[in-house]
C-alpha cells in the first residue's frame, strides 16, 4: 500500500502502534483522569478551545497553504482567536468514506494484540489515524448504525432489536445521510443497510444517492415480516439491490462491496464535489463463508475450522481497505478525504483467540460488547495520536456534520445527544465534560411489555464507573465496576460505592422513562412477504415456496422455543 502523509512523521506513528500493543494505553488512562477532573469554567471556555481549535484545522491552512504546522504557528493561532469563524469552509470540506464492518471486535487486529490474526492494512490506517481508544458502540448490529445515522440512542429511534420490524429506523428522525446530501455531498452506500427493508426505510429513500445493498442483516437471511434478504443469496454471487433494481454479481460479497464503492468514487470524482461513501460491510459476520484461499491462510493457526473462515474473512476485509487507500493515494484524493474506519459491535468468533482483556462480547452490556475501534484518517488535517475520552457511536452524527460545515436545524439539533468529537480529533487532550452512557441489550421476547426486561442486560458508564445489571428483569441486579482499576471488570465494588450506585442507577430510571415513549416499533406487525424477496420475485420470476410463507409469516415468533432452523440461527447470530 502506498502512502503520503506529510505531516506525520514516521517514529510518532511507529510509536502510536508500540503504545496500542498495550492493553488500554497509559496516555487514555491520562486523558481519563483530566476528563473526570472538575471543569471550572466550562461554558466559556469550552467555545474558546472549539473555535480555537477549528481555526487550526480548518482556516489556517486555508490562508497559509502549504506552510507546514509547527508549534509556534499553532499559539498565533489561538491569539488570533476572535476573528475566526466555527464553521469549516466548504473548501476545507473532506470527503469522507466511511467503512464499517459487521461483527469484528476490537480484539480482531493485529494492531490491538492479536497474536494470530495479521490485518496489516488495517493496521497501516490506525497508525495514521486518530485513535479513540475507549469508544463504544451498541451490543448489536441494527442498533449501532441507527444511532451512528441520527446521533441518539437506538431505542430513541424504535430501534429494540435487530429483527421482528424491531430493526427498522423511524422515518420520524432525520439521518447523516440526508444531512450531508443537504449539504452538497454525493452520498453512496455499498453493503448492509440493516435499518428497514420496506421502501420507504431503505437508504434510497434516506439520503443516499447510491445504493448497492442486500438486505435484512445479512446476505442470505429472512425472518418474519419485512427482514429479509433476496432469496437463495449466498456470501458468494450474491443478487444485490442497486438504485432498486437486483443484480446478478460474480464474486465475494465484501470484493463486490468495495469494488462497487471504487467505482462509484472514481465516477464522482470526474464530477467533482465533495463525497460520501458508506462501505458497512456484510463480512464478517456469520455464516462464516469466507473464500477458500483467505481461509486457508489460517487453517491449523485457530482453534477451531470456523475462527479460520472468520479470520480469513477478515484477512480479506483487511486486503479490500488496502485496495481502497491504495486507489484514493493513486487518485490524489487522500490527503482531502477523511477515512472513518469502525466495527459494530463487540467480538465473536475470534474472541476465543483474542479479546483484547475485556469481559463477554457482542449481544452484552459488558466493555467487551460495546467496545469499538474508531479510526478517523484525514491526512490534510489531523495527526495521528491516541484520545482516551469516553466517546460513542452517537458523536459520529455531529461530528461529520460539523466537518462539513453543516448548520443543523433547531429539530435535528434536538434530536442529535451526541457530542462533535472535533476537538479531540484536533486535541487530543481537548477538554471533554463528563458524561453518562446508557446501554441495553434489548431484544425482549415478542409481544411482551419492555418493562419486563428494564434490567436486562443494560448498563450505565461513566468515564471511571460502570454499572451493569444483567439478570435483572422489573427489578435490578446491579454490580459496580471501577474502570481505572478493573478494566477487565472482573470485581463488584457495588458494595463499597452505594453512593455511585444510587446515582447512576436514578440516572439509569430516568433515562429508561424518557425512552419509552418512543419505542414505536414494539406492536408493528410486517408485511407478509420480505420486500427484498417479493422484488426479486417480481424481477425474475418465481414465488414464495411453502416454507418460504411459514419463514416470513409476520405472526410467528422466531425466538419462541418452537422455532425452526431459522429462528434458532436468528437467535444465535444476529
Ligand atoms: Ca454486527
Known amino acids: 500500500m502506498r502512502t503520503n502523509l506529510p505531516l506525520i512523521a ?14 488500554w494505553p497509559q496516555k487514555g488512562a491520562e486523558n481519563q483522569r483530566a476528563i473526570a477532573a472538575p471543569e471550572a469554567p466550562m461554558g466559556a471556555r469550552k467555545t474558546f478551545v472549539c473555535r480555537t481549535n477549528l481555526f487550526c484545522a480548518f482556516l489556517w491552512p486555508q490562508i497559509f ?39 469484528q471486535g476490537y480484539g480482531d487486529l493485529s494492531a490491538h494484540g492479536n497474536p494470530v490474526l495479521k490485518t496489516p492494512n488495517l493496521d497501516a490506517l490506525r497508525a495514521q489515524s486518530v485513535r479513540f481508544t475507549d ?12 444511532a451512528l445515522y441520527t446521533g441518539r440512542h437506538e431505542f430513541k429511534n424504535g430501534v429494540t432489536h435487530t429483527i421482528l420490524e424491531r430493526e427498522r429506523l423511524t422515518l420520524g428522525a432525520t439521518t447523516l445521510a440526508e444531512v450531508l446530501k443537504g449539504a452538497g455531498y454525493t452520498t453512496g452506500i455499498y453493503g448492509k443497510w440493516h435499518l428497514g427493508d420496506e421502501a420507504a426505510y431503505q437508504p434510497g429513500k434516506r439520503g443516499f444517492d447510491e445504493v448497492y445493498i442486500h438486505g435484512g442483516g445479512g446476505i442470505g437471511q429472512t425472518y418474519p415480516g419485512s427482514c429479509g434478504d433476496a432469496p437463495g443469496n449466498t456470501y458468494f454471487d450474491p443478487a444485490l439491490l442497486h438504485n432498486g433494481t437486483f443484480e446478478k454479481t460474480k464474486g465475494y460479497c ?8 471504487l467505482r462509484w468514487i472514481e465516477g464522482v470524482k470526474a464530477r467533482g464535489g465533495p463525497f460520501f461513501a458508506y462501505i458497512p460491510t456484510n463480512a464478517p459476520h456469520g455464516p462464516y463463508n469466507a473464500r477458500p484461499e483467505d481461509a486457508a491462510l489460517y487453517r491449523g493457526k485457530t482453534p477451531d475450522e470456523q475462527t479460520a473462515n472468520f479470520f480469513g474473512m477478515l484477512h480479506n476485509i483487511d486486503e479490500n481497505v488496502g485496495r481502497l487507500l491504495a486507489r484514493l493515494e493513486a487518485w490524489g484524493l487522500a490527503r482531502d478525504t477523511l477515512v472513518v474506519f469502525m466495527n459494530d459491535n463487540g467480538g465473536t468468533a475470534g474472541t476465543k483467540v483474542f479479546n483484547a482483556g475485556m469481559r463477554a462480547q457482542k449481544g452484552t452490556p459488558w466493555l467487551g460488547g460495546t467496545r469499538a475501534s474508531s479510526f478517523w484518517r484525514w491526512p490534510a488535517r489531523l495527526q495521528p495520536a491516541d484520545v482516551g475520552a469516553l466517546t460513542a457511536h452517537i458523536d459520529f452524527f455531529p461530528t461529520l456534520a460539523e466537518l462539513a460545515g453543516v448548520t443543523l436545524t433547531p429539530a435535528v439539533r434536538a434530536q442529535v445527544e451526541g457530542r462533535s468529537l472535533v476537538p479531540l480529533l484536533t486535541r487530543p487532550d481537548a477538554p471533554w465534560a463528563e458524561r453518562t452512557l446508557f446501554t441495553h441489550v434489548g431484544r425482549w421476547p415478542k409481544g411482551t411489555a419492555p418493562g419486563l426486561a428494564k434490567f436486562k442486560s443494560c448498563s450505565v458508564r461513566e468515564t471511571r464507573w460502570h454499572l451493569v445489571s444483567i439478570d435483572g428483569g422489573v427489578e435490578p441486579a446491579w454490580q459496580l465496576f471501577d474502570l481505572a482499576n478493573d478494566r477487565g471488570e472482573q470485581r463488584d465494588v457495588a458494595k463499597e460505592h452505594p453512593e455511585v450506585v444510587r446515582r447512576l442507577a436514578a440516572s439509569y430510571d430516568a433515562w429508561w422513562d424518557s425512552v419509552q415513549p418512543m419505542l414505536v416499533n414494539e406492536k408493528v406487525l410486517g408485511p407478509r412477504l420480505n420486500p427484498f424477496a417479493e422484488l426479486y420475485w417480481k424481477q425474475f420470476g418465481g414465488g414464495p415456496t411453502p416454507e418460504q410463507l411459514r419463514t416470513m409469516d409476520p405472526t410467528r415468533d422466531p425466538l419462541a422455543g418452537s422455532a425452526g432452523k431459522a429462528g434458532k440461527a436468528g437467535k444465535k447470530r444476529n
Open 65 to 103: 497553504r502549504g506552510l507546514r504546522a509547527s508549534s509556534g504557528i499553532v499559539i498565533g493561532c489561538v491569539t488570533l482567536l476572535p476573528i475566526a469563524a466555527p464553521a469549516a469552509t466548504p473548501a476545507a470540506r473532506p470527503n469522507i468514506v466511511f467503512v464499517l464492518t459487521d461483527d
Open 135 to 146: 469508544f463504544h458502540v451498541s451490543p448489536t448490529c441494527a442498533p449501532t448504525r441507527s
Open 10 to 23: 514516521p517514529s510518532a506513528a511507529h510509536a502510536a502502534t508500540e503504545l496500542a500493543r498495550t492493553e
Open 254 to 261: 465484501t470484493d463486490l462491496f468495495f469494488a462497487q464503492a
